[in-house]
């Protein structure tokens, strides 16, 4: 059975974040992206939506309005840019509320909360277990095997992903959406700048960690992975 889902997003990384999630696990669909909900009313009316992901800033209208237009509105689940936005007006109706950038971790959890145990099982399909991402560099869109990582650096509005046996990768993206689109359980960010494979570590002190012969620092508010690793908790 597939979840055909919906997203209201006027945010391009948003939105590549949440493709990138959605087509991670086989009985998900995306059938459309609007950049508001009146966009939407059309394939909402005409097509199976089970599950919008729904930024409030697209909404336009009340939630209770949004809701009475649509006889069959799907399972929605809101997402907002704003961490500190009051959300009490939207936990009667939403299925989960998520800060952007959405990690896949979280994306998880609140997907887990509409399958309700038994609609799929999510790690049964490896949607934990991703094996590759597209990125856009070059002109060109770029398969990047994961395990092929060693670690990810920013540099302005860019990101360079230093990959084994492969030349580097220089992608206009920020860090912040790159860490949401990797799985948590193969890397680690360590510092603002840089993102580390967690396999890849060969060495580490109080201050740095080694992938190789590479030092990279660990930034002042990033001392608790270092308490991690010690802990062998990643």
């Known amino acids: 059975m597939i979840c055909r889902c919906l997203i209201i997003d006027d945010e391009p990384p948003s939105i590549k974040i949440l493709k990138d999630h959605i087509a991670s696990i086989k009985q998900m669909e995306l059938v459309g992206v609007f950049s508001c909900a009146q966009q939407s009313f059309g394939t909402l009316e005409g097509e199976q939506v089970d599950l919008l992901f729904l930024d409030v800033g697209c909404l336009g209208l009340p939630v209770m309005e949004f809701m009475k237009i649509h006889k069959n509105t799907p399972k929605v689940i809101y997402m907002s840019s704003h961490k500190n936005k009051p ?5 009667l109706e939403a299925l989960d509320y998520l800060s952007k950038p959405i990690s896949y971790d979280r994306f998880l959890q609140a997907v887990k909360k509409y399958t309700n145990g038994y609609y799929f099982n999510l790690s049964a399909e490896g949607a934990l277990n991703k094996e590759f991402l597209y990125f856009k560099a070059q002109r060109k869109t ?3 095997i994961l395990k092929s990582i060693l670690y990810i650096e920013s540099f302005k509005d860019y990101i360079i992903i230093h990959r084994e046996d492969h030349p580097e990768l220089k992608v206009k993206q920020s860090i912040s959406v790159t860490e949401a689109i990797l799985p948590k359980h193969l890397f680690i960010r360590t510092h603002r ?7 890849k570590i060969t060495a ?11 030092s990279i620092p660990v930034g002042s508010s990033y001392g608790h992975v270092i308490d991690q690793l010690y802990e062998g908790r990643v």
């Not at 959300?87 to 936990?91: D, L, N, P, T, V």
């Not at 700048?193 to 396999?199: D, E, F, G, N, V």
């Open 87 to 91: 959300i009490e007006a939207f936990q």
């Open 204 to 214: 580490f002190t109080n201050y740095d960690i080694e992938i190789g012969k590479v």
């Open 142 to 144: 770029v398969k990047v």
């Open 193 to 199: 700048s840089y993102i580390l494979a967690i396999k």
